[in-house]
């Protein structure tokens, strides 16, 4: 045909839509995607946009994302990830394009590798993805045109909470080798606490498991996730709190009991805190230079006494504001323009 409108020609040609719909495409699913460099680069990344963000500066007169779109598909709730990403893009220049899942097609049966297509020929190249399955990521989703960056699926994997939190500590201990992290809670149906061992150990640290017994991991399914290739130690927190450089809070993950381990789904967590929590008395017990972390959502007086959220060494807040840092760089890295 010779007679194309010259419009159709330059759409057609267009950089942005051309990339998302060709050539090979970078994925963030989980931390082991990114190399011991990528992750260094990443890390200093932060630190500059950090920096920059701080001082006021600027990111370039367009931003480093400027003519991308950035879509955000979310299947399960979320305030942390979902509105940190949004930021994260629009603070980087791209445009987003945020599905209401519940309001979309995929009501109507149309499949995400679909839904993921119609997306990258609207011009998205990075669909931003939260989901209840752990299998979610299948191979052929690769295929549909679009990078994609795990905001959380399953128990499986949430690699920028991981990337997040060794940043947040790092800011404050430097090194992480030979730290003593101790994640305590419902780690069984943890993608944080899988996505945290896989990376804490990579630094060097030393993680301790500890929580109600039905509600820590089978250890020898876990061990290959940890860099030392041995199962990860699980103590109860009473006997792991003195030795904690860190201990991690996670919250009891009731929407995955009932796929997980269906026995579990109707249990009561009365006395959670007392028995298992972090107390105000069991955390006097911790060193003095032994720092909170928690990913949020806090359950306030469940898995952590109120007044500990608030404690002087709880860095819950500084977790959130690093989130934004840490994902303005991974949407740089899957974008490919990382410095
Ligand atoms: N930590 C975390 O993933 O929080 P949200 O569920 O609020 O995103």
Same mark, same amino acid.
């Given at each position: ?24 495409? &970078?994925?963030l699913?989980? +931390?082991?995607?990114l190399?011991?460099?990528e992750l260094s680069r990443l890390y200093e990344r932060a630190i500059d946009l950090q ?8 990111l370039?007169?367009?931003?480093p994302l400027?003519?991308? @779109? @950035? ?13 940190s990403f949004?930021?994260a893009? &629009?603070r980087l ?30 011009? *998205? ?22 990078? /994609?960056l $795990? ?8 690699p920028t &909470?991981?990337l997040l939190?060794?940043y ?11 730290? @003593?992290?101790? !994640? ?7 993608? @944080?606490?899988?996505? $945290?061992?896989?990376? /804490? ?5 030393? #993680? ?17 996730? *940890? ?15 003195? &030795? ?15 796929? +997980?381990?269906?026995? /579990?789904? $109707? ?18 017990? *911790? ?10 959502? +806090?359950?306030?007086? #469940? ?12 860095? !819950? ?5 690093n989130g934004l840092f840490i994902r303005m760089a991974t949407l740089e890295w899957v974008a490919?323009v990382l410095p």
């Amino acid at each position: 045909m010779t007679d194309t409108p010259t419009s159709m020609q330059i759409s057609s040609h267009s950089p942005v839509l051309a990339s998302s719909l060709n050539g090979p495409r &970078q994925h963030l699913l989980d +931390v082991d995607d990114l190399s011991d460099a990528e992750l260094s680069r990443l890390y200093e990344r932060a630190i500059d946009l950090q920096r920059r963000m701080w001082a006021g500066l600027s990111l370039g007169a367009r931003g480093p994302l400027h003519g991308q @779109v @950035v879509a955000t598909l979310f299947f399960e709730a979320s305030t942390r990830t979902r509105l940190s990403f949004e930021l994260a893009a &629009q603070r980087l220049g791209a445009l987003t394009m945020p599905l209401e899942v519940s309001r979309s097609s995929l009501e109507k049966s149309e499949s995400l590798f679909d839904t993921l297509q119609t997306l990258a020929a609207m011009g *998205a190249t990075i669909a931003v993805v939260r989901h209840s399955d752990n299998g979610v990521f299948s191979p052929h989703l690769a295929g549909a045109g679009i990078s /994609l960056l $795990n905001a959380g699926n399953g128990t499986a994997a949430h690699p920028t &909470q991981a990337l997040l939190d060794a940043y947040t500590l790092m800011q404050h201990l430097g090194t992480l080798r030979d730290r @003593v992290i101790v !994640i305590n809670g419902d780690i069984r149906h943890s993608r @944080v606490a899988r996505s $945290n061992l896989r990376l /804490l150990s990579r630094l060097g640290a030393r #993680v301790i498991f500890s929580g109600p017994p039905d509600l820590l991991p089978d250890a020898k399914s876990w061990a290959s996730l *940890a860099d030392q290739n041995e199962p990860p130690r699980m103590l109860a927190l009473d006997d792991a709190i003195e &030795q904690a450089d860190v201990i991690m809070c996670l919250r009891i993950q009731h929407e995955r009991h009932h796929v +997980v381990s269906p026995a /579990l789904s $109707n249990r009561e967590h009365t006395d959670f805190l007392s028995a298992y929590g972090l107390t105000e008395e069991r955390f006097a017990r *911790a060193k003095p230079t032994c720092l909170i972390l928690h990913p949020g959502p +806090v359950n306030r007086d #469940v898995e952590i006494a109120s007044a500990l959220a608030e404690h002087p060494r709880s860095l !819950i807040l500084e977790q959130v504001r690093n989130g934004l840092f840490i994902r303005m760089a991974t949407l740089e890295w899957v974008a490919g323009v990382l410095p």
